[in-house]
């Protein structure tokens, strides 16, 4: 699978944006999908996760209550929608995928565990 992330940009602290992942083929629905981070000088963080069936999610703690993940099969889409923005926020957000089989419903926050990552988009957040 080709992952193509969009939707980063600038916006000021308090504000919301959406990140979307488009990937291509028609097996999207075999992959646990994920969205991890790295900020200027930081390592890559875990920032979202959800199931192939888009009926699980998990998030990491940093983004809990302000970021929701979804996913829609039929277009092939993953999105992250970003509310309550703050300076720590920015980074460059990828998103990953992970090949599971139907009866699998595991969420993965270990990037290792991915497979296939979209080239990344920026997300800065001005204070």
């Known amino acids: 699978v080709q992952l193509q992330a969009s939707g980063g940009g600038l916006v000021q602290a308090g504000g919301s944006l959406r990140v979307s992942c488009a990937a291509s083929g028609s097996t999207f629905r075999t992959y646990a999908m994920g969205w991890f981070r790295q900020a200027p000088g930081k390592e890559r963080e875990f920032v979202s996760a959800?199931?192939?069936?888009?009926?699980?999610?998990s998030y990491a703690d940093s983004v809990k209550g302000r970021f929701t993940i979804s996913r829609d099969n039929a277009k092939n889409m993953v999105l992250l929608q970003m509310n309550s923005l703050k300076p720590e926020d920015t980074a460059v957000y990828y998103c990953?995928?992970?090949?599971?089989?139907?009866?699998?419903?595991?969420?993965?926050?270990?990037?290792?565990?991915?497979?296939?990552w979209g080239q990344g988009t920026q997300v800065t957040v001005s204070s």
């Open positions: 959800i199931t192939w069936s888009g009926l699980s999610t």
């Open positions: 990953a995928a992970k090949r599971v089989i139907v009866t699998d419903y595991r969420l993965f926050s270990d990037q290792y565990q991915y497979n296939y």
